[in-house]
T-cell receptor, first 112, second 112 residues
Framework: GQSLEQPSEVTAVEGAIVQINCTYQTSGFYGLSWYQQHDGGAPTFLSYNGLDGLEETGRFSSFLSRSDSYGYLLLQELQMKDSASYFCAVRDHPTNAGKSTFGDGTTLTVKP | ETGVTQSPTHLIKTRGQQVTLRCSSQSGHNTVSWYQQALGQGPQFIFQYYREEENGRGNFPPRFSGLQFPNYSSELNVNALELDDSALYLC???????????FGQGTRLTVV
């Protein structure tokens, strides 16, 4: 089976940097994805790491260490609109983004 | 916004009833996955359809069933509804090796 651990809540101020960690225990691993979900909205894809290292997409970066079963999402220059839930998800098929196991999410609150 | 649309957006059903939820996938996407998201938790994989065939199933009982149509749209059917089935049901479409899954806004099901 799969299990993912991430902090339940994180609070930061506008303009700051925040890191959301994710550790996983899986029977199969083909990559770690990150999704953002605003209240009542659809999860939206942020980033994907199939190999070790850092992926950067604008203000968001994601890191993966497969040997440590660990990844993180880094959000820079925080804005109020970044207040949302963030989910890490393990992809358990090499070519299938639709089959993923999600963590329970981290609620990020950005304060002025 | 993604091109994935779900209907209805909200639904109230009585315990023991049956429900059908619908999803139109992103144009060109041949794979549709269904997830259940309980309040405060991450999405849980129910099952996936690829080219009209079930292509993997999570830990959900047989009263959760689905269909995919030739145009790749999909239905999720739940029989003998239970109170614990109350959740947000999300549909996600994907294509091949592209790492991103596109989610719809979901159907909020309440079982009373």
């Amino acid at each position: 089976g799969q299990s993912l651990e991430q902090p339940s809540e994180v609070t930061a101020v506008e303009g700051a940097i925040v890191q959301i960690n994710c550790t996983y225990q899986t029977s199969g691993f083909y990559g770690l994805s990150w999704y953002q979900q605003h209240d009542g909205g659809a999860p939206t894809f942020l980033s994907y790491n199939g190999l070790d290292g850092l992926e950067e997409t604008g203000r968001f970066s994601s890191f993966l260490s497969r040997s440590d079963s660990y990844g993180y999402l880094l959000l820079q220059e925080l804005q109020m609109k970044d207040s949302a839930s963030y989910f890490c998800a393990v992809r358990d098929h090499p070519t299938n983004a639709g089959k993923s196991t999600f963590g329970d999410g981290t609620t990020l609150t950005v304060k002025p | 916004e993604t091109g994935v649309t779900q209907s209805p957006t909200h639904l109230i059903k009585t315990r023991g009833q049956q429900v059908t939820l619908r999803c139109s996938s992103q144009s060109g996407h041949n794979t549709v996955s269904w997830y259940q998201q309980a309040l405060g938790q991450g999405p849980q994989f129910i099952f996936q359809y690829y080219r009209e065939e079930e292509n993997g199933r999570g830990n959900f009982p047989p009263r959760f069933s689905g269909l995919q149509f030739p145009n790749y749209s999909s239905e999720l059917n739940v029989n003998a509804l239970e109170l614990d089935d109350s959740a947000l049901y999300l549909c996600a479409s994907s294509l091949g090796t592209v790492p991103e899954a596109f989610f719809g806004q979901g159907t909020r099901l309440t079982v009373v």
